[in-house]
């Protein structure tokens, strides 16, 4: 039977919202772990005694002693390299979370870009709207003729003065582009946070990992990271026009 059973299981109506936890947690070891590591290098040592102790006599018994001995320490630098290992692979996953969350802030900073150019020609479209609409507005509501033509005459000048001094506006096409512009950067950006957040749960995943990695993680200090989060206003904001 489901214990999580979505027909019949326990409803919240209201709904729950997620959050992420703002907490680093930080491997650890125990005593056991030393233990094992003493225990690896030396599980040869009985061998040999008991060895010496079977065999009598001059070089028939160190020999087999010895060698004993050294096949026994072998697990202990297997273990050795083992730790290495994995140290070189969580710096390599530390460069690879750096280089992600770089990608992410070269993406917001291209964004910025776009969305000041952005605003500036919306500005700018607003300016010559508002000039064009406010002389309109004036010949609907009951000017003279004389008026009439003067506030028309006064709005082509306008015309032409605007677009002389920014031609970009004679077409939309660079608003539209700078809009295209700033949904595809907006894409890159969610991809590459997911990207980050796929190298932050690798690396919360690999430093708990037994035994190697997790010894090394909890003797150089390495915590769990914290994935990208939305702040509070983002969470808040439900109102957009």
């Known amino acids: 039977m489901n214990k999580l ?41 009985p061998l040999a005694v008991g060895v010496g102790m079977l065999i009598s006599g001059g070089l028939s018994t160190i020999i087999p002693a010895i060698v004993l001995l050294i096949v026994g320490t072998i697990p202990g630098f297997i273990f050795l390299v083992q730790k290495a290992l994995a140290r070189s692979y969580l710096q390599k996953l530390e460069q690879r979370i750096q280089s992600a969350a770089s990608e992410v802030d070269s993406n917001v900073m291209q964004r910025v870009h776009v969305l000041e150019n952005t605003a ?35 709005i082509d000048a306008s015309f032409k003065m605007i677009v002389e001094n920014y031609p970009t506006l004679g077409s939309q096409e660079t608003l539209k582009e700078a809009v295209r512009q700033n949904m595809a950067l907006q894409r890159e950006i969610t991809a590459a946070m997911m990207l980050y957040n796929d190298a932050i749960q690798k690396w919360n995943e690999e430093i708990f990992s037994w035994i190697s990695k997790r010894v090394v993680a909890a003797r150089e200090g390495f915590t769990t ?12 904001k439900t109102s957009f026009f």
């Not at 997620?18 to 225990?39: F, K, W």
């Not at 500005?123 to 028309?152: F, P, Q, W, Y």
């Not at 990271?225 to 808040?236: C, F, G, L, M, V």
Request: charged residues 25%; without cysteine.
């Open 120 to 154: 500036a020609i919306v500005a700018k479209s607003t300016a010559l709207d508002k000039k064009i609409m406010l002389g309109l507005a004036k010949a609907r509501n009951g000017v003279t003729e004389e008026n009439l033509e003067e506030t028309l005459i006064s």
């Open 5 to 45: 059973d979505e027909k019949t299981g326990k409803t919240n109506a209201g709904g729950r919202d997620i959050h992420v936890i703002d907490t680093q947690l930080m491997p650890t070891i125990g005593i056991g772990v030393a233990l094992l590591e003493i225990g690896l290098f030396f599980t040869g040592l």
């Open 225 to 236: 990271r914290i994935p990208y989060t939305a702040n509070k206003t983002i969470k808040e």
